[in-house]
């Protein structure tokens, strides 16, 4: 079975769609097989020069088909970005995904919205992402790590994304061959994921 990701949140600018991309070439470049799945119909299906899957799911009974069919796969990781403001098609695949991550940058707005979303979907955890790398910036944005911490205690990823200049790169026509700043934000990223998810499944074994 192929480990199904779900990265979502209502808000936009979060980077929802940069982490899905980051985190699935950090998976190719640690070896393991990765699909990312485009969900925004807004947003142009860029298949081509990725080293990683690339699957159209903008469509409901398509995007349903690809969650089914990773039931039978052996491995690798199904990651979904859950681009587009669309709260209960967010809360249907929260819902079957083995880990929903919600990422989130550090300003209010982003807390006020990252809060409701952690109501809304119980399984999930928020992910800091774009985090700056100035240190002084760095001791101010702690403080949404902290309060989010105290609120949801044990559902925020408390080793942030930093910000890298990715986007552009990441959402290109083309992902050829990625700097090296993108390989190692994509390692990174992926790390964190799967840390993660190690640690939310032996959370769910303990309590069986």
């Known amino acids: 079975m192929s480990k199904l990701i779900f990265i979502g949140g209502q808000k936009g600018g979060t980077t929802k769609t940069t982490t899905a991309h980051l985190m699935s070439l950090g998976a190719i470049l640690r070896g393991q097989p990765a699909a990312y799945v485009l969900t925004d119909p807004h947003r142009m299906l860029k298949p081509d020069g990725r ?8 469509n409901g009974t398509e995007l349903a088909k690809i969650i089914t069919a990773s039931s039978s796969t052996k491995n690798g990781w199904l990651i979904i970005d859950g681009g587009g403001n669309r709260p209960e098609l967010d809360k249907a695949i929260a819902e079957q995904a083995h880990l929903t991550i919600l990422p989130f940058r550090g300003s209010e707005e982003d807390l006020e919205t990252i809060s409701r979303d952690l109501a809304a979907m119980p399984n ?28 949801f205690p044990g559902r925020v990823i408390t080793t942030p994304i930093y910000f890298v200049n990715s986007a552009l790169e990441l959402l290109g ?22 840390e993660t998810l190690d640690r939310v499944s032996n959370n769910k074994a303990s309590q069986l």
């Open 51 to 58: 080293p990683y899957g690339v699957m159209d799911g903008r």
């Open 124 to 151: 999930a955890v928020a992910l800091p992402s774009a985090w700056p790398t100035n240190k002084h910036a760095q001791e101010a944005a702690q403080k949404f790590i902290d309060t989010l911490e105290q609120v």
């Open 173 to 194: 026509q083309r992902l050829d061959s990625p700097s090296t700043p993108v390989r190692n934000a994509a390692r990174r990223a992926f790390s964190i994921l799967s």
